[in-house]
């Protein structure tokens, strides 16, 4: 499908009609493919993959071709996110970011790319707020964080004005708003059918409508990054003039960005564009201000460490504590038949999330199920970096069991070991769990999360 004649007079008009045919150009182009590594789960990607480092990210790499993602375990392992490279420009914020914790928000964070970086390169310490307001993105949202498996991460899933109900709370939001997806053009051609002239209007009102009800949850002196994969002015430049001129905000200076990163033209204020003509990637728009006010720093109140909720703490098994490396600096809770395990330093916030009745889809770590007498670990629990190494004997998956375990068919393992619980793990990375019972074994990978028509990928394979 061709691009939409009015959004090639609109580049025309913004860019000058040279450059705005060589971006007409780059977007019929093939779309790149890049990665991200994660910072804490051991995995080198093979020399043969990578075609080169992506220059803004220190954990990012260009592929010389798109594999398939779904039938290689280090992908359901969270060894490695696959994400457009221009969205990692989120990383150069890092230097801005400190040492101490922060509490950190992303507003639109389906399906996890930016938020799993975020995770990566926060403070140690901190705490991030994923929120995604549409029912099946938050779900994969979910999905994505805790293959992540980093424990300092709660996932909701509410209108930002309710988000803003908490006040004063966040020390950096990055508000990676809904647009008219114009950065989608190359590799969704169903963006340039839903594309019309009136589209940058209708996504700028509804982003300074979003901007708005969550900027009183921002702290005064605390940073907030606003974000596009858009490329018109309206729903850019001018949305970062209304956060400066209205809400009340300074704007942070980045520099000079190199590797074709281009510092707008089409404002005084700094901010910065990447478009697909000029640097390898589907393009962003970026923008750091801080709001502001005298900088305040966050509440110190605190709950009593190892402390347990929902039923009395005797209706946790003993066992279970002993899944986690450090189970004392963790807040448990027995929701139902679910063991719940987040970090002290998350509990108040956690309890301010529900005294609003904002939904948490997960928190923390999902440690067990209660089945009757027996205790049954969560495969959340498995790719989680607070898991004690020991807690379980790790077993090896061979390469052709690797997709019959991800699609949750049944797995022979070695009859010679001993009944129980075991951890599967393929290449040293944990995917997540079987209930070995001699001469055959329950297959514990979540429903929800198998591999459709993994037998297509294995014929693939051979």
């Known amino acids: 499908m061709t691009l939409a004649p009015d959004f090639c007079s609109m580049m025309s008009t913004l860019l000058g009609q040279s450059e705005a045919q060589q971006l007409i150009d780059a977007l019929e182009e ?141 020390d950096l939001i990055l508000v990676d708003a809904p647009c008219s997806g114009e950065g989608m053009f190359r590799k969704d051609l169903a963006a340039r059918q839903e594309w019309h002239a009136g589209s940058p209007s209708i996504c700028a009102t509804r982003q300074r409508e979003i901007l708005a009800d969550i900027w009183g949850a921002l702290r005064p002196g605390a940073m907030l990054v606003y974000s596009t994969c858009t490329m018109n002015r309206e729903e850019n430049e001018d949305v970062l003039a209304y956060i400066i001129e209205t809400l009340g905000a300074e704007p942070i200076d980045l520099g000079t ?23 390898r990637g589907e393009g962003l728009f970026m923008a750091v201000v801080r709001k502001l006010g005298e900088a305040t720093t966050g509440s110190t109140r605190t709950r009593s460490k190892g402390r347990t909720k929902g039923r009395d703490k005797q209706s946790i098994p003993q066992e279970a504590y002993g899944y986690l490396a450090e189970p004392q600096d963790f807040v448990w809770e027995l929701r139902g ?92 990375l944990a995917l997540g769990f079987v209930k070995h019972l001699g001469r055959r074994s329950n297959n514990l990978y979540p429903q929800e999360w198998r591999i459709r028509h993994g037998e297509r990928l294995q014929q693939e394979q051979l």
Not at 39 to 56: G, Q
Not at 412 to 418: M, N, R, T, Y
Request: charged share 20%; glycine share 6%; with cysteine.
């Open 257 to 279: 960005l190199e590797h074709g990163i281009w510092r707008s033209p089409f404002i005084d204020y700094p901010c910065y564009r990447m478009m697909p003509h000029r640097t």
């Open 30 to 170: 093939t779309a790149p493919t890049s990665i991200r590594l994660s910072r804490h789960k051991p995995y080198t990607i093979a020399d043969e993959l990578i075609d080169t480092p992506v220059p803004w990210c220190s954990r990012g790499y260009y592929l010389r071709h798109r594999p398939t993602f779904t039938g290689q375990s280090a992908f359901h392992a969270g060894a490695y996110y696959v994400q457009e490279a221009s969205s990692m420009l989120i990383a150069s914020i890092e230097s801005l970011l400190g040492s101490e914790p922060l509490c950190a928000l992303d507003l639109c964070a389906a399906p996890g790319g930016k938020s799993t970086l975020l995770l990566d390169i926060l403070p140690e310490g901190s705490t991030l707020v994923s929120n995604e307001v549409v029912k099946h993105r938050a779900n994969i949202l979910v999905e994505n964080l805790q293959k992540w498996g980093n424990p300092n991460s709660i996932a909701t899933s509410a209108m930002p004005a309710q988000l803003g109900q908490l006040g004063e709370t966040f």
């Open 337 to 428: 038949e679910d063991i719940l395990a987040y970090p002290e330093r998350s509990a108040e916030l956690i309890q301010r999330l529900q005294e609003l009745r904002v939904p948490i889809l997960s928190a923390g770590v999902a440690v067990a199920s209660l089945r009757g007498k027996s205790l049954i670990p969560h495969t959340a629990l498995a790719l989680s970096t607070a898991l004690r190494a020991d807690a379980f004997e790790w077993v090896a998956l061979e390469d052709k069991q690797v997709i019959p375990y991800l699609s949750r068919e049944a797995i022979q393992l070695d009859e010679a070991l001993g009944a129980g619980i075991k951890l599967v793990h393929h290449r040293g």
